[in-house]
């Protein structure tokens, strides 16, 4: 079983504040993934990440950036919060793949972020 | 343009009978489909996969069902238990510009009652 973490579980905070979400992962795992869901709809990929140093955006247009300074360790930074940024953010991780083969990406608890 | 549909966005089963979960797709360079079951308050856990190369994959009380040709799958529980009772995604994956990304669908509540 995976063992991935966030932090905060929730924030609420007021808009024009700089928030980081946590995402920590102690399975050693090269891919870290970010998504964000809003309630009853799918999990959107906003940002992904091959491994240290590497950041990549993904389907879904965010405002947000990542960075990959350590393998366990994949934060997403909203510079200046709006409330269109009220939604869900779920952050995951998987080991390193090989073309064909199925990988597992194992999910965070999330963190619910309400935008005032 | 969404490519992967659930479009059951709620369903309720009595205990011990089967709980049919359904979810279509519109990709055809998806190679791999899978459903993750969700709990309020926590992330997505894995549940079941199958590969595009199946047409069935069962693991204990979970089976999954492709229908290519139809683009179709489906998750089978049986016997349904109250621990069922969560939020069930359907997600297909693909290799895209050398990264393997899955794409989710809605959800389906799924709701077991004793």
């Known amino acids: 079983e995976a063992d991935i973490y966030q932090t905060p579980r929730y924030l609420v905070i007021g808009t024009g504040k700089k928030i980081t979400l946590e995402c920590s992962q102690t399975m050693g795992h090269d891919k870290m993934y970010w998504y964000q869901q809003d309630p009853g709809m799918e999990l959107h990929l906003i940002h992904y990440s091959y491994g240290v140093n590497s950041t990549e955006k993904g389907d879904l247009s965010s405002e947000s950036t990542v960075s990959r300074i350590r393998t366990e360790h994949f934060p997403l930074t909203l510079e200046s919060a709006r409330p269109s940024h009220t939604s869900q953010y779920l952050c995951?991780?998987?080991?390193?793949?090989?073309?064909?083969?199925?990988?597992?990406?194992?999910f965070g608890p999330g963190t619910r972020l309400l935008v005032l | 343009d969404q490519q992967v549909k659930q479009n059951s966005p709620s369903l309720s089963v009595q205990e011990g009978r089967i709980s049919i979960l359904n979810c279509d797709y519109t990709n055809s360079m998806f190679d791999y489909f899978l459903w993750y079951k969700k709990y309020p308050a926590e992330g997505p856990t894995f549940l079941i996969s199958?590969?595009?190369?199946?047409d069935k994959n069962e693991d204990g009380r979970f089976t999954v069902f492709l229908n290519k040709s139809a683009k179709h799958l489906s998750l089978h529980i049986v016997p349904s238990q109250p621990g069922d009772s969560a939020v069930y995604f359907c997600a297909a994956k693909r290799i895209i510009q050398g990264a393997q990304k899955l794409v989710f669908g809605q959800g389906t509540r799924l709701t077991i009652n004793p």
């Open positions: 995951a991780s998987s080991e390193s793949w090989d073309r064909g083969k199925m990988e597992t990406q194992y």
């Open positions: 199958i590969s595009s190369i199946k």
